[in-house]
């Protein structure tokens, strides 16, 4: 905490604000630790083996762009009809969209570095 903050009293309450945090609108803090949470736990289910995923095996193999589609647009089908309103389905969308971004970080990673590079130079930082 910075000294020129005083811890809250009692009796004073601190928005997130205040304390240089953003105020989320739509509780997104909350939600991506959720998600974060969903995510850990997934790392000891059954499909983690010998902490292999069968994801794991599946990017390697060259198919997880499509894979992670798929698999996006499977629960976000399935939500609200399979198990009714069931917000696993909707963590599930979430996770394969991270892992839809690592696959597309990891395709393009040249690209994503050579943009940072003319950004920062542009920028005037390289």
Same mark, same amino acid.
């Given at each position: 905490?910075?000294?020129?903050?005083?811890?809250?009293?009692?009796?004073?309450?601190?928005?997130?604000?205040?304390?240089?945090?953003?105020?989320?609108?739509?509780?997104?803090?909350?939600?991506?630790? +959720?998600?974060?949470?969903?995510?850990?736990?997934?790392?000891?289910?059954?499909?983690?083996?010998?902490?292999?995923?069968?994801?794991?095996?599946?990017?390697?193999?060259?198919?997880?762009?499509?894979?992670?589609?798929?698999?996006?647009?499977?629960?976000?089908?399935?939500?609200?009809?399979?198990?009714?309103?069931?917000?696993?389905?909707?963590?599930? @969308?979430?996770?394969?969209?991270?892992?839809?971004?690592?696959?597309? +970080?990891?395709?393009?990673?040249?690209? @994503?570095?050579?943009?940072?590079?003319?950004?920062?130079?542009?920028?005037?930082?390289?």
């Amino acid at each position: 905490m910075s000294k020129n903050l005083k811890p809250p009293s009692k009796t004073m309450l601190i928005s997130p604000k205040e304390y240089g945090l953003i105020d989320y609108k739509y509780n997104e803090g909350q939600l991506m630790a +959720d998600l974060q949470k969903y995510i850990d736990d997934t790392y000891s289910e059954h499909y983690s083996v010998n902490k292999f995923q069968a994801t794991e095996f599946i990017i390697d193999g060259g198919h997880g762009e499509g894979f992670c589609i798929g698999n996006i647009m499977k629960y976000a089908q399935r939500y609200g009809k399979k198990d009714g309103y069931n917000r696993k389905d909707l963590m599930k @969308v979430l996770h394969y969209a991270i892992i839809a971004l690592y696959v597309h +970080d990891q395709n393009f990673s040249d690209q @994503v570095n050579i943009a940072r590079v003319n950004r920062e130079i542009a920028d005037g930082a390289g």
